[in-house]
Each structure stands twice: as C-alpha cells, then as structure tokens.
C-alpha cells in the first residue's frame, strides 16, 4: 500500500530534509528510520518540497509504501515514539498508486516570519529572523505585488538550483504585521531553490526605504540572480503546506480556497 502522511518539525537543529551521507541529523533520516522500526523493513519517503538546514515545516506531506497492516493512528503514535521531540507525525492516510508527494503536489504555501525590532529574541532566536532596521510592511507589499502572477524567476533562482524551468506562478503573496512581527505567506504552484528567501532578501531594501516598491519589478525583469537582494536567513522560513488536486482526497489548508480553481485547472494543463 501507498501512504501519505504530514510531518511537522523544528529544523532548527538539522541540516535540512534530505538524506545526507555525511551525517544523520536530516529530518529525512529520522522519519525513514522511525517508520522502517513500525514496518519491519527498510522504508523509504518522498517529499513534497525539501526544506534547506534550519527550515521548519507546520505540514511537510511524504509518502511511502509498505505491505504491513496497521491501523493509522497506529502508525501515527508509533512513528511518534521512535522520532525526536522536534519532528512530529500529525496525520497519516492510505493514497493510490498513482499518488506522488511531489509530482501531484500542485501548489505550495511558505510562510517566512521577522522579528522587527532592536533586540533579538529569547525565546524564538532560531523561529525567526530579526531585522534591527524598521520596516514598512505596506511599501513591501507594493513591491512583492510586482511578483505576483507566471513569471520568469531566474532573480530568485540559487546558483546550484536544479529545477527545469524558472518560470513559476505565484498566486498570492500576503504581508501583514503583528506588533513587531512581520509574517510573509507565498503561495504557488512551485519554488526554485532559494527563491523565498531570495524575494524576501528583495523585498527587505523597499522595507527599509532604500529603493523604491518598483524596483522589484526591475530585478524580475532583469532575470539576473546578482540584480536581486541577499538571500535571507533560513531561521524564519517555515513549509506551511501543499495542495494536491481533488482527486487524492487529502484535506487543503483554508489558504488555497481563493486559488483552487485556478489551481485545478493549471494541474489539468488548462490554463
């Protein structure tokens, strides 16, 4: 059988999702190794997007394939027991075969959290990113505005990205503030490698009013990694979730509802 299942985790001490051969601390390995205990033979997971070192993830969604019977919350509390504190099972179902973690995946939602003010925090330093400077939020919502819609990201792109195409669509990109902290929800139908971080890294300079909103759209044009901003922090970028087309039968966070149509609809090459 195919099984899907979500995965939250504090990447804060883990030098990422993927498998590494030089050392054991990926959230990869743990999840392998904590479900091979419950399967009785080695297991292998697929993800729907891989987070870099310190990234978390409020809903990572993998899948895997095992021939053992056990009931799902079997799975999901016995994960749990052979899994760190800081990588969490919350849900598990049965899927098709047809069924990919990554390939069905039809957009993604990331979540990048700042801390504005002039003194780090205690109790979230390795959650968020601090920014001393003050920051407009209504100028850097101007400037991502420019991001929105199928674009040629090859500004956002890391060097060593090995996505096929830079060309992505964003469909909406949310800043609001809160206090001192500032949250910047993403959602699209795919990310190159770096390329939240990398906007965000952009969209800090308009914050700041050091450039103007416009600007971004020059650097989006200019399709020139070294036009754009720093890539920012890992600390505050959390994998918020994943929408699969209907047909999977997996539940989508409330914040795909605006874009399901559009979404179903580019999943079935119509658009």
Not at 47 to 76: I, L, N, P
Not at 89 to 110: E, G, L, M, N
Request: glycine share 6%.
């Amino acid at each position: 059988m195919k099984f899907a299942l979500g995965v939250e985790y504090d990447g804060s001490r883990y030098h990422g999702w993927q498998r590494q051969k030089t050392t054991s601390q990926t959230v990869q390995g743990h999840v392998e190794k904590a479900l091979s205990v419950l399967a009785s033979h080695s297991v292998a997971v697929v993800c729907a997007g891989r987070t870099d070192a310190g990234v978390h993830a409020y809903e990572q969604v993998v899948h895997f394939e095992s021939d053992k019977q056990r009931e799902m919350h079997q799975w999901v509390l016995g994960a749990n027991t052979n899994l760190p504190a800081d990588i969490r099972v919350i849900w598990i179902q049965p899927v098709c075969d047809d069924f990919h973690a990554r390939f069905s995946a039809a957009a993604r939602y990331y979540r990048y959290e700042i801390l504005n003010r002039w003194v780090k925090s205690a109790l979230h330093r390795n959650h968020v990113t601090t920014i001393f400077q003050p920051l407009d939020e209504a100028l850097m919502q101007q400037g991502a505005d420019y991001l929105i819609g199928k674009h040629d990201f090859t500004s956002f792109r890391a060097q060593g990205c090995q996505a096929k195409s830079p060309i992505k669509q964003i469909h909406s990109i949310s800043i609001q503030r809160s206090n001192d902290k500032i949250t910047i929800d993403i959602i699209a139908s795919a990310f190159l490698h770096h390329m939240v971080r990398n906007i965000v890294g952009t969209l800090l300079p308009v914050g700041r009013s050091e450039v103007k909103p416009e600007w971004v759209n020059a650097v989006l044009l200019a399709k020139d990694r070294k036009q754009a901003g720093v890539t920012a922090l890992p600390n505050g970028l959390y994998f918020k979730g994943v929408y699969y087309p209907q047909q999977f039968g997996l539940k989508s966070l409330s914040a795909f509802s605006p874009f399901i149509d559009k979404i179903e609809k580019q999943s079935m090459n119509l658009v």
